[in-house]
C-alpha cells in the first residue's frame, strides 16, 4: 500500500509542506465555505462547478456586450449624416442669339419706314461692337449655309439691310455710314468676325459697290473690292470683274483732278488684277489708262502694272488670240 507521504509526493507536494497546507485550507474552509466555494479552491460537488462555470460565462458575456456597445458606437460616429433631398435644376434663361446692338438692327430692318437717324445710330454702335469685341458672333462661308441655321438667316438679313442702307438715295448721310459699315465687317475687327471674301460676293456686294462708286468715286469702296480681289478665290474673279470692278478704276485714271490717294487705290487693284486675271484688263484697256500716270510717286507702280499686261499686248498686236491661250 501506499503511504500518505507518497500519495503527496504523488500530487506534487512533499510530505510535510502538503499536508500542513491541506489542514490551512480546510481550517479556512470551516470559517468561510461561501468565500472558497466562490473561489474554486474547495470543490463542493457538481452544483458548485455548474455554478462556477455559469458564472465565468455571464462575466464573458458582459464583456461581449460591452465591446459590441463600444464597436456600435465607433460605426454611428463614422457614418456620413443623411442625403439631402434632390432638387429640381435652376431653369436659367436661354443664351441670345444676337448681342443687344445686333439685335436692334435686325428689329429696324424689319419696320417699313424706319427712322434714318436710329438706322445711323444702330449702324454705328454695330461697328464700335464689331471693332471692339472680339467674339461678337461669326459670318457663315457661303450662302448655301444659311437656310440651315437661325444665326446664319439673322446674319444674312443683316447684311442685307446694310446693303439696302447702302443703296438707298434718300439720305447720302446714311449710305456713307452704311458704306463704312460694310468696310469694317470686310477689313476691320478680328480674323474670327471678319466677313468672308466668299460671303460678301455672293450676297451681291460687289455689283452695288462698283455701281454706287462709278456714280461716286470712294477709296472706301475701292479697298473693299481690292480686298476680294486678293482674298477671293480665283473662280469668283470673272464675277467681281464682270461686275464693273475695272471701270472705277479707269474712270479714277483718266481724271486730272482725281485725289492721288484715289489714284494709289485705283493701281493697287489693277495691279492685283493683272497678277491673276490679266485677259479681262486688256480688253477693258487698263493698259492705255495706266499709262496716262504721271505723278512721281506711283511711277513704279504703274510700271509693274505695264510689265505685267505688255507680254499680252505685244501678243496681241502680233494677231493671237489671248483667249484661246489660256
Same mark, same amino acid.
Request: proline content about 8%; aromatic content about 6%.
Given at each position: 500500500?501506499? %503511504? ?5 509526493? $504523488?500530487?506534487? *507536494? *512533499? ?5 500542513? *497546507? ?11 465555505? %461561501? ?13 458548485? $462547478?455548474? @455554478?462556477?462555470?455559469? +458564472?465565468? +460565462?455571464?462575466? @464573458? ?87 440651315? &441655321? =437661325? ?20 439720305? %447720302?448721310?446714311?449710305?456713307?455710314? =452704311? ?6 465687317? /470686310? /477689313? #476691320? ?5 471678319? !466677313? ?13 459697290? !462698283? ?8 477709296? $472706301?469702296? /475701292? ?10 478665290? $480665283? ?9 464693273? +470692278?475695272?471701270?472705277? !478704276? ?15 487705290? @485705283? ?9 491673276? +486675271?490679266?485677259?479681262?484688263?486688256? %480688253? ?14 506711283? &511711277? ?7 510689265? /505685267? ?9 502680233? #494677231? ?7
Amino acid at each position: 500500500m501506499t %503511504s500518505p507521504a507518497m500519495a503527496s509526493c $504523488a500530487h506534487g *507536494w *512533499w510530505p510535510s509542506t502538503g499536508i500542513r *497546507w491541506r489542514r490551512y485550507q480546510l481550517s479556512q474552509a470551516a470559517e468561510r465555505p %461561501s468565500s472558497l466555494a466562490s473561489s474554486g479552491h474547495i470543490a463542493r460537488g457538481p452544483a458548485l $462547478a455548474t @455554478a462556477s462555470f455559469l +458564472a465565468a +460565462a455571464a462575466a @464573458a458575456h458582459c464583456l461581449r456586450g460591452r465591446h459590441l456597445q463600444k464597436t456600435r458606437r465607433l460605426v454611428s460616429a463614422r457614418e456620413p449624416p443623411p442625403r439631402p433631398p434632390k432638387e429640381e435644376p435652376t431653369a436659367f434663361p436661354r443664351d441670345k442669339l444676337f448681342p443687344p446692338a445686333v439685335f436692334d438692327l435686325l428689329v429696324l430692318f424689319t419696320q417699313d419706314q424706319p427712322d434714318l437717324q436710329e438706322l445711323m445710330d444702330g449702324l454705328e454702335e454695330f461697328q464700335y461692337l464689331h471693332q471692339s469685341d472680339r467674339n461678337w458672333g461669326k459670318f457663315p462661308a457661303h450662302v448655301a449655309d444659311v437656310p440651315d &441655321v =437661325a444665326y446664319n438667316r439673322g446674319i444674312f438679313k443683316l447684311v442685307r439691310g446694310i446693303m439696302k442702307c447702302a443703296e438707298q438715295e434718300r439720305s %447720302s448721310e446714311l449710305r456713307f455710314v =452704311a458704306i463704312d459699315t460694310l468696310h469694317a465687317i /470686310l /477689313l #476691320g475687327g478680328c480674323n474670327y468676325t471678319k !466677313c468672308p471674301p466668299t460671303f460678301f460676293v455672293e450676297m451681291g456686294c460687289v455689283g452695288m459697290l !462698283c455701281k454706287i462708286c462709278q456714280e461716286n468715286t470712294d477709296t $472706301a469702296i /475701292l479697298e473693299m473690292i481690292l480686298e476680294i480681289s486678293r482674298m477671293a478665290p $480665283a473662280e469668283m474673279l470673272p464675277l467681281v470683274i464682270e461686275n464693273g +470692278a475695272i471701270e472705277p !478704276c479707269i474712270k479714277i485714271l483718266e481724271d486730272d483732278g482725281s485725289h492721288p490717294m484715289e489714284q494709289l487705290t @485705283a493701281l493697287e487693284l489693277l495691279q492685283s488684277l493683272s497678277k491673276r +486675271a490679266p485677259g479681262p484688263l486688256i %480688253s477693258a484697256g487698263v493698259y492705255e489708262a495706266v499709262q496716262l500716270v504721271e505723278n512721281p510717286v506711283l &511711277v513704279s507702280r504703274r510700271n509693274k502694272i505695264l510689265k /505685267l499686261l505688255r507680254p499680252l499686248v505685244q501678243l496681241e498686236a502680233t #494677231g493671237t488670240d489671248i483667249r484661246q491661250m489660256a
